[in-house]
């Protein structure tokens, strides 16, 4: 039966009084700001009764946040608009104002209609009767409207993080709105979200407290957090949870706000695992129990009705697990087919018409490896290795999905070689790269990223969703300009730089060792690098200290949470450990210092819960519960129940201090060269491909690779071809060891492993494979070993004739390989676990071409 919208009274007055103005005459001069608030008054916001729920929802909140920056509250209406100034919110096809505009002509959206996720921000003169001058914020959809709006309100000083993270605002009397026309035009990547998993202790305890569970009263705030940072995509915590059943607002007010929900890699079809589990369905296994699992998929299906939602397909095994041995790629496409049937019966539409995403996580890769494919329309979600390396990415020859390619990355994770899961250790310089690769291959329809509890990735979180929206935006040298920009976001410009510089720092000082993988051993004593790593974070900590005597008091919450607190816990951690490692080198021949380290370790142990508790009582007792993370104590790769003192040694009052072995005559001292990738001589491009520093990125200063990424592979290195030129000088002739010093990446080609070649002097490259033995899912022991270091380290055998000075040479071979150190030696190196710090050599090619 055909119907008719019949509009509201007032509605067709709107647009009978706007088309009445079509004539009125242009602006000839420049257009002035638009004032949002002054004179002790605001504009009125405006938006239709029509449109949809959730940007009446958001433009309440820009409503709220006028009122957080001037302490006054403008109207809201839905009816006619009246005032001299109006603010116009709405989406095209659901607001007849905005679509009254477009009629007119006073509103071009040429570049707005029928894309996804557009809004266009414009004064437009005269816009109706009654109203001298409008602010439109028009979307081409809802979440383009949303985004619009939240992008005044950051630009008003209200931060996406005023909640999550307490950042205040400015105070401001006068708000005045560039008049000109502002657009960040469609996103790069269609899906960009975040996956709140491993929630115990943290975030589950927290929300237990304060909102009686992880319900809807937690996850509005989450939606609106995503929608502000312009992500549009949620998968729920599952440890435990069920969001579809433990709180049966929760999908309800995630479609009402305009976030789009999945479920993680092993929950098909919008049913967590839990469900399954609680429900007493029988074996998780589709051989024996196939139409068990068809009624609960087909029960997940149909709760889901209209809402927006990536459907899950695929299977693993029980609980997060791989599928049994027995399983096969028939059986799997099987599945799929299955559950698309059952998708396609249950919305009443082909199931291609109902996005859907089969992720190749772990084993699962293993399965498409040997050929099993789901439909075209399935985005395939490539993966990490959990640890921030990307194992597989499409191959540029691959004809182009339907679906397309999305990735799920990590800044936290459960399983090993060991849980990372306290504090950030996520530094966006390596973030940046591995998503670079990504953008540049094509898996640009879904990014997700597992944050853990959320907070404490805040910064990460900001960015991973920023480049999502425009990768093309934040180039490599922009990613210290980026965390400038987020620290002048959260605290002003006075201090911006160097809060950026601290934000960098202790993430790049983190992720050298994530703290739950730190021990006494870590670093070496002999060669006095525990003491530079220490010396290095309590530097660190005493500016962060600085920092914080200067902020108002209004802003030190949020410093505490976002800055100081993660500086003052990391740098604790490990001079605890160094610490203990000094007691223990002390206890081996009786010395009198012994105890007095021993107390000291026992202090600095206290001193961590000290923090937590600091932490805990922020802004009343808000964020009680997010800290109770445990950290220190691991024995293998999962968590402690509790925090353990690490063992030291006390000595019986009155012990003698042994005396000091004889001296042992030295080995000849090793000459060596350490030089940092950055500080080349002279770089040789070739044709399309040219080196590129990476500013920060690594364990100690930065690192170089080539662009473009998705350039061949280089058939013969030698000649002309691309390489680094680095000089050097050796005191004596004879045998060389040059180690290499990468970052973990891994062979994301899937070929037989990414290669480089180096040489020294005329001498023909060594072709080097840095990772085909680095197997996340088999032969595991050199890829724990490699992303728990950080790095990869090879060596390769050279000679040199004659003393004096040479010339050592990295040579491209694949793209994608980045180079972090480089160490010449003539003989065996002193311990170290970042590699011997750079000699004098080394720094004497820095700032050559």
């Known amino acids: 039966m055909k119907t008719t919208r019949i509009l509201p009274l007032w509605v067709l007055l709107i647009m009978a009084l706007l088309l009445a103005n079509v004539g009125a005459r ?25 449109d949809w729920p959730s940007v009446l929802r958001a433009a309440h909140d820009l409503q709220a946040d006028v009122q957080r920056v001037t302490k006054l509250t403008p109207a809201f209406s839905t009816a006619r608009p009246a005032g001299k100034e109006v603010v116009f919110i709405g989406t095209l096809g659901k607001s007849p104002l905005i679509d009254a505009l477009v009629q007119q002509k006073k509103l071009n959206v040429s570049a707005v209609a029928g894309r996804w996720e557009v809004f266009v921000r414009q004064v437009v003169e005269n816009p109706m009767p009654g109203v001298a001058r409008a602010l439109v914020i028009a979307g081409s959809d809802k979440r383009g409207t949303i985004y619009g709006i939240y992008d005044l309100s950051q630009q008003i000083g209200v931060s996406p993080w005023y909640w999550w993270a307490d950042v205040p605002v400015k105070p401001q009397t006068k708000l005045l709105i560039p008049a000109g026309r502002h657009s960040l035009g469609e996103p790069k990547v269609k899906y960009r979200g975040i996956f709140i998993n491993d929630e115990a202790p943290a975030l ?39 969001f579809n059943v433990d709180d049966p607002l929760n999908p309800e007010l995630a479609d009402e706000y305009g976030v789009v929900m999945g479920t993680s890699h092993h929950e098909p079809l919008t049913r967590a695992h839990e469900e399954w589990k609680k429900a007493g369905h029988g074996p998780w296994n589709y051989q024996t129990n196939d139409t068990t699992l068809r009624r609960f998929w087909r029960g997940g299906m149909r709760r889901m009705g209209t809402r927006e939602n990536i459907v899950t397909v695929g299977m693993r095994g029980d609980g997060d697990e791989p599928m049994s041995r027995e399983s096969n790629t028939a059986l799997l496409e099987k599945i799929v087919a299955d559950q698309r049937q059952i998708i396609a019966e249950e919305t009443h539409k082909p199931a291609d018409q109902t996005p859907q995403m089969w992720a190749l996580y772990k084993e699962v890769q293993e399965y498409y490896d040997k050929g099993m494919r789901v439909p075209d329309d399935v985005t395939l979600l490539l993966c990490d290795d959990n640890w921030g390396n990307l194992r597989k990415l499409p191959k540029l020859s691959d004809k182009p999905r339907r679906g397309g390619y999305g990735i799920y990355y990590h800044f936290d994770y459960v399983g090993g070689p060991r849980n990372y899961k306290w504090l950030n250790t996520n530094p966006l310089p390596r973030i940046w790269e591995q998503m670079h690769l990504a953008h540049a291959y094509g898996a640009n329809q879904i990014w997700v990223v597992n944050v853990g509890d959320l907070k404490p990735m805040e910064l990460p979180i900001s960015f991973f969703l920023d480049y999502a929206w425009n990768p093309d935006a934040i180039s490599a040298d922009g990613v210290a300009a980026y965390t400038r920009r987020w620290a002048s976001q959260q605290f002003g410009p006075a201090h911006a730089a160097d809060i950026a510089d601290i934000l960098a720092k ?18 070496s004593l002999a060669t006095g690098e525990w003491a530079t790593v220490v010396a290095d ?83 009343g007792g808000k964020w009680n519960h997010m800290m109770d993370q445990t950290h220190i104590g691991y024995t293998y790769w999962q968590q ?12 019986p009052a009155g012990a003698a201090a042994t005396p000091a072995a004889a001296p042992v005559a030295p ?40 662009f473009p990424v998705t350039a061949a592979p280089t058939a013969a290195p030698g000649g002309s071809n691309p390489h680094l030129e680095y000089r050097f000088n050796l005191a004596q002739a004879g045998p060389l060891t040059v180690s290499t010093y990468l970052a973990p990446t891994l062979d994301f080609t899937n070929t037989t492993g990414l290669r480089y070649a180096v040489s ?33 380290l090879k060596t390769s055998q050279h000679s040199i004739a004659a003393a004096g000075p040479h010339v050592l040479k990295f040579w491209r071979v694949d793209p994608g390989v980045v180079l972090e150190k480089l160490v010449v030696s003539s003989g065996a190196l002193p311990a170290s676990y970042l590699g011997p710090p750079e000699t004098a050599a080394g720094k004497g090619n820095a700032g050559a071409q």
């Open 506 to 523: 202790y993430a790049k000082y983190n992720a050298r060792r994530k703290p739950e993988l730190l021990d006494a051993s870590t670093y």
């Open 537 to 619: 974070y309590q530097a660190l900590a005493t500016r962060a200290e600085a920092i914080n005597q200067q902020l108002p008091a209004a802003a030190r919450d949020a410093y505490f949470e976002l800055v100081l607190h993660p500086v003052l816990a990391c740098a604790n951690l490990n001079e605890l450990y160094y610490t203990v490692a000094l007691n223990r080198e002390a206890a081996k021949t009786n010395q009198p210092t012994t105890n007095a380290l021993a107390e000291k370790a026992r202090a600095l142990f206290a001193r961590d819960a000290e923090l937590s508790k600091r932490y805990h009582a922020l802004a």
């Open 26 to 50: 242009a602006q000839t001069k420049p257009a002035a700001n638009f004032p949002l608030a002054a004179g002790g008054r605001t504009a009125t916001i405006y938006a239709s009764a029509t």
């Open 640 to 651: 402690p129940d509790a925090d353990k003192m690490p063992e030291v040694v006390t000595l």
């Open 667 to 706: 080995a000849a001292a090793a000459a060596y060269v350490s030089i940092e990738a950055e500080h080349y001589s002279r770089a040789v491009n070739a044709g399309a491909i040219t080196w590129q520093r990476l500013p920060d990125l690594g364990r100690t200063l930065g690192a170089v690779t080539t």
């Open 204 to 242: 589950s305890g927290w929300s237990k407290e304060k909102f009686g569970g992880v319900n809807s009263k937690m996850y509005t705030h989450m939606f609106e957090l995503i929608l502000r940072l312009r992500g549009n995509y949620l998968w729920p915590a599952m440890w435990g949870n069920m």
């Open 760 to 792: 020294v002097d005329d001498e023909a490259p060594q072709i080097v494979n840095l990772n085909a033995d680095l197997d996340p899912e088999n032969g595991r022991k050199g890829w724990e070993q490699a992303v728990a270091n950080n790095i990869i």
